[in-house]
């Protein structure tokens, strides 16, 4: 072969190797990566997270009107999560009349209700009424009643503090979790309520509980009431032979049984690892709130529970209850119960009151704290205050808000961090979804329309958390790029060699000079 014709050769394959070879190798090898709003997301910290709820207050007299709107706007004033939108006015005539005429309470509220609207979520009315005989009054409706000046004080802590629970919405979009956002369960497409009853020893104590009718009379009727917030699945179920060694101590006493049972509060939290077993909860992909009553055997009633101080725990029923994960009711039968053929009707109502109780803080309504001078309504039924599903709201949509942006901003930062990680069409639509309806949220809730807000926050959350937890994400990790040069420079360097010795050969001819030749004997 000629010079000139072994030279054409060389040019052409490395020709090749870099006109289609390099951009075929970069190609293949490349990482798909979806177009992503890094700005948008980087902005979130800057954005407001308050809430927007209108006032209405409704006094006898100009000046009383523009006293507690004063006191009102300046107990809220420094509040960044939300931001009261105050409209006063004069009663009218006839209301005043009704007001100052009707004796019972609730009857004033249906006079308010007449030509107020008290079902519009995020509105709340306080309503000067003199007949009061404590300072104010507040209804399990979107009703407050204030008797005269000397209760405005009353009025503007009953407002922060219980209405509007200033101090959990704070914590609800804080990086530390309140006590609580500890004690809740956290956001989810819904959730899944089981009743268990755990029956030890069905050989020796027989048990009438009609648990099904009880979910549904009890726990139904009180989810139905947060329908607007998530939904609920309720199933109930019986355990039998779940035997649990409480390492209780009898104690003698004055009473039918002329003893107790005491078992320290810090033994009762072993249970929940015995019920786990047995639950078959983990059958559902939402996330499960467990009630359990657990049927105290003859032999070892009643049962007592003890503090860590091996004091006794003043409760009419004995029960605890485990954030995010549900609450026991430890049902004693009497002394008359266990004698005889031994059968024990529980009291139904006692026990579901006390697990809808559980349920509340579980699901984020807290109980109000006692404040002088102001009379709380106490709950006629298992449903909910309006004003509590209100407050529940905002919790909700703050917490699911905060929690989608914090998802994104990790989920961006470890983006940037790690060039490989393949972000492909569906990763790009969750981001954008949820930065779509994070700003959305936000629009929606300065404009004070918080049960379109909370749709958003929920969706912004889901999707967020489908974002992040995207299979896809790790499909690359476990290839890092030590182990790409390993299998490259093997399979490379020995075809690469002989191409970039002969570069020299190749500049050196094209350019007409002469090319060094290795003599041989």
Same mark, same amino acid.
């Given at each position: 072969?000629?010079?000139?014709?072994?030279?054409?050769?060389?040019?052409?394959?490395?020709?090749?190797?870099?006109?289609?070879?390099?951009?075929?190798?970069?190609?293949?090898?490349?990482?798909?990566?979806?177009?992503?709003?890094?700005?948008?997301?980087?902005?979130?910290?800057?954005?407001?997270?308050?809430?927007?709820?209108?006032?209405?207050?409704?006094?006898?007299?100009?000046?009383?009107?523009?006293?507690?709107?004063?006191?009102?706007?300046?107990?809220?004033?420094?509040?960044?999560?939300?931001?009261?939108?105050?409209?006063?006015?004069?009663?009218?005539?006839?209301?005043?009349?009704?007001?100052?005429?009707?004796?019972?309470?609730?009857?004033?509220?249906?006079?308010?209700?007449?030509?107020?609207?008290?079902?519009?979520?995020?509105?709340?009315?306080?309503?000067?009424?003199?007949?009061?005989?404590?300072?104010?009054?507040?209804?399990?409706?979107?009703?407050?009643?204030?008797?005269?000046?000397?209760?405005?004080?009353?009025?503007?802590?009953?407002?922060?503090?219980?209405?509007?629970?200033?101090?959990?919405?704070?914590?609800?979009?804080?990086?530390?979790?309140?006590?609580?956002?500890?004690?809740?369960?956290?956001?989810?497409?819904?959730?899944?309520?089981?009743?268990?009853?755990?029956?030890?020893?069905?050989?020796?104590?027989?048990?009438?509980?009609?648990?099904?009718?009880?979910?549904?009379?009890?726990?139904?009727?009180?989810?139905?009431?947060?329908?607007?917030?998530?939904?609920?699945?309720?199933?109930?179920?019986?355990?039998?032979?779940?035997?649990?060694?409480?390492?209780?101590?009898?104690?003698?006493?004055?009473?039918?049984?002329?003893?107790?049972?005491?078992?320290?509060?810090?033994?009762?939290?072993?249970?929940?690892?015995?019920?786990?077993?047995?639950?078959?909860?983990?059958?559902?992909?939402?996330?499960?709130?467990?009630?359990?009553?657990?049927?105290?055997?003859?032999?070892?009633?009643?049962?007592?529970?003890?503090?860590?101080?091996?004091?006794?725990?003043?409760?009419?029923?004995?029960?605890?209850?485990?954030?995010?994960?549900?609450?026991?009711?430890?049902?004693?039968?009497?002394?008359?119960?266990?004698?005889?053929? #031994?059968?024990?009707? $529980?009291?139904?109502?006692? %026990? &579901?009151?006390?697990?809808?109780?559980? /349920?509340?803080? *579980? !699901?984020?309504?807290?109980?109000?704290?006692?404040?002088?001078?102001?009379?709380?309504?106490?709950?006629?039924?298992?449903?909910?205050?309006?004003?509590?599903?209100?407050?529940?709201?905002?919790?909700?949509?703050?917490?699911?808000?905060?929690?989608?942006?914090?998802?994104?901003?990790?989920?961006?930062?470890?983006?940037?961090?790690?060039?490989?990680?393949?972000?492909?069409?569906?990763?790009?639509?969750?981001?954008?979804?949820?930065?779509?309806?994070?700003?959305?949220?936000?629009?929606?809730?300065?404009?004070?329309?918080?049960?379109?807000?909370?749709?958003?926050?929920?969706?912004?959350?889901?999707?967020?958390?489908?974002?992040?937890?995207?299979?896809?994400?790790?499909?690359?990790?476990?290839?890092?790029?030590?182990?790409?040069? #390993?299998?490259?420079? $093997?399979?490379?360097?020995? %075809? &690469?060699?002989?191409?970039?010795?002969? /570069?020299?050969? *190749? !500049?050196?001819?094209?350019?007409?000079?002469?090319?060094?030749?290795?003599?041989?004997?």
């Amino acid at each position: 072969m000629t010079e000139s014709n072994r030279m054409w050769a060389s040019a052409s394959f490395v020709g090749v190797l870099i006109v289609i070879g390099l951009p075929l190798w970069w190609k293949t090898t490349e990482v798909y990566r979806v177009s992503l709003p890094y700005d948008k997301i980087n902005s979130f910290d800057s954005l407001s997270h308050a809430i927007s709820t209108d006032l209405t207050v409704l006094a006898n007299d100009d000046a009383t009107a523009n006293e507690i709107v004063t006191l009102v706007e300046k107990a809220f004033k420094d509040s960044a999560v939300i931001k009261l939108k105050i409209t006063k006015s004069i009663i009218p005539h006839s209301l005043h009349e009704t007001l100052d005429s009707v004796a019972d309470e609730q009857e004033a509220v249906e006079e308010v209700g007449a030509l107020f609207d008290l079902n519009k979520h995020n509105h709340f009315y306080v309503v000067q009424r003199k007949p009061l005989f404590q300072d104010v009054w507040l209804a399990g409706d979107r009703v407050m009643f204030f008797r005269d000046n000397k209760a405005l004080n009353t009025v503007v802590e009953t407002l922060k503090h219980i209405v509007y629970q200033t101090s959990v919405l704070e914590g609800a979009s804080s990086e530390a979790a309140d006590k609580a956002r500890q004690t809740r369960f956290p956001p989810g497409a819904g959730y899944h309520v089981v009743l268990s009853v755990v029956h030890p020893r069905p050989d020796a104590l027989k048990v009438e509980l009609d648990a099904g009718d009880a979910v549904e009379d009890y726990i139904g009727s009180f989810v139905d009431e947060l329908s607007v917030l998530h939904n609920f699945t309720l199933k109930s179920q019986w355990l039998h032979l779940l035997d649990f060694d409480f390492q209780s101590k009898e104690v003698k006493d004055d009473s039918e049984w002329g003893r107790h049972f005491a078992v320290r509060q810090d033994r009762l939290h072993l249970l929940l690892t015995k019920l786990e077993e047995r639950t078959a909860t983990h059958v559902s992909e939402l996330p499960t709130i467990n009630l359990a009553l657990y049927a105290v055997p003859c032999e070892r009633a009643p049962l007592v529970i003890y503090d860590e101080n091996d004091n006794k725990v003043l409760s009419p029923v004995q029960a605890f209850m485990s954030p995010k994960w549900g609450g026991v009711v430890l049902g004693s039968p009497s002394a008359k119960d266990c004698e005889g053929s #031994a059968t024990w009707r $529980p009291d139904v109502r006692v %026990i &579901m009151g006390t697990f809808i109780s559980q /349920l509340r803080k *579980l !699901l984020g309504i807290t109980d109000a704290e006692p404040i002088e001078g102001l009379h709380l309504e106490p709950l006629r039924s298992v449903a909910p205050r309006q004003w509590e599903i209100d407050n529940l709201l905002r919790i909700r949509t703050l917490e699911q808000l905060t929690s989608a942006e914090r998802t994104l901003q990790s989920l961006a930062q470890l983006l940037g961090e790690i060039s490989n990680i393949v972000i492909n069409d569906e990763v790009g639509a969750s981001i954008n979804a949820a930065v779509w309806s994070i700003e959305r949220g936000r629009e929606l809730s300065s404009r004070g329309e918080l049960t379109r807000a909370y749709n958003m926050s929920h969706g912004a959350f889901l999707a967020a958390e489908t974002a992040f937890m995207e299979p896809s994400l790790l499909a690359l990790l476990y290839f890092p790029d030590d182990q790409k040069y #390993a299998i490259y420079i $093997p399979l490379f360097l020995p %075809i &690469m060699f002989p191409v970039v010795l002969s /570069l020299k050969n *190749l !500049l050196l001819w094209f350019r007409g000079k002469p090319i060094n030749k290795v003599k041989s004997d």
